[in-house]
């Protein structure tokens, strides 16, 4: 065989594997357009209710539950964001399984059934938190910011007959009043800022279980550094919330909660390739790692 021959036959599986991931990708990217166009059939239900719980914070002020848009295509867009990130949601098991079709057959059995569990529970994950914020986080948000504006009547009892706005009960000497004129994407970028940040930072366990998997982290460091992940969860927490410490604490409680089930995750982790190298002969009894 000449060498040619022989370099030929090596970028065969090049090429191989060029064409099973353009494919793979196509796929992928199909699921993400058909999901993004069924969204958009329903992008109306879901833009309500991501906007419910600042609509529960307008009506408990006594307020009407509105929001403006002060340019044409402003509502549009703010429906393709949305039909854009929800195709994705809807279509990440598609995508995944792709993904998943596509590195399998370069790993060990072994390796698969260590991957698997976490490509389930990454989405599980951010769902918790995502429902988290929207459901905890974000009413108190809303209600912080909100609350320095002043409280008015229904915003149908503020427009005159020329169209101006007036408030029944404002005197000369009542000053300036600032009220609550929700823009719908600028109130929808911050729901959405929030769902992310909690699923994000949901996906704790599943980082710091892989890294343990891989033996960059273990239980004993991740428990001796412990005071310097209770400053950074803190510092995250003033980061990603509003500046009320009700919030704070809630998400401080909920990431070092997470954080302490990484580190029992973590031991289970390397129990478990303890009792492997042992049965492996690769440890004695009495050792460890």
């Not at 408990?60 to 949305?82: C, H, M, N, S, Y």
């Not at 994000?200 to 960059?216: D, I, M």
């Amino acid at each position: 065989m000449s060498a040619e021959d022989k370099i030929q036959d090596s970028s065969a599986p090049l090429i191989e594997h060029l064409a099973e991931l353009r494919t793979r990708l196509i796929r992928a990217v199909m699921a993400f357009v058909v999901g993004m166009v069924a969204m958009f059939t329903v992008a109306e239900p879901i833009l309500e209710f991501i906007s419910q719980p600042l609509a529960e914070v307008l009506r408990a002020r006594g307020e009407d539950a509105r929001l403006i848009f002060t340019a044409p295509q402003e509502k549009f867009f703010v429906l393709i964001r949305i039909s854009i990130v929800m195709g994705f949601a809807v279509s990440f098991p598609v995508i995944a399984h792709q993904l998943w079709r596509f590195v399998a057959p370069g790993l060990y059995k072994s390796e698969q059934g260590a991957i698997l569990p976490f490509l389930i529970a990454s989405p599980v994950l951010f769902l918790i938190g995502a429902s988290f914020a929207h459901y905890i986080v974000t009413p108190l948000a809303m209600n912080f910011f909100i609350g320095f504006s002043d409280a008015i009547p229904a915003l149908a009892n503020l427009i005159a007959g020329d169209g101006t706005f007036q408030n029944p009960d404002a005197t000369p000497d009542t000053g300036i009043q600032t009220v609550f004129l929700g823009s719908i994407r600028e109130s929808l970028d911050l729901a959405l800022k929030f769902i992310f940040a909690f699923g994000l930072c949901f996906q704790l366990p599943v980082l710091l279980t892989l890294l343990g998997k891989a033996g960059l982290v273990t239980a004993a460091g991740l428990g001796a550094v412990r005071k310097w992940a209770v400053v950074g969860i803190l510092t995250l927490a003033a980061l990603v919330t509003p500046p009320d410490v009700v919030t704070q604490l809630i998400l401080f409680t909920a990431v070092y909660g997470l954080y302490e089930i990484s580190i029992l995750l973590v031991r289970l982790v390397e129990r478990s390739r303890i009792r492997r190298m042992r049965a492996e002969g690769i440890l004695d009894e009495d050792e460890e790692l």
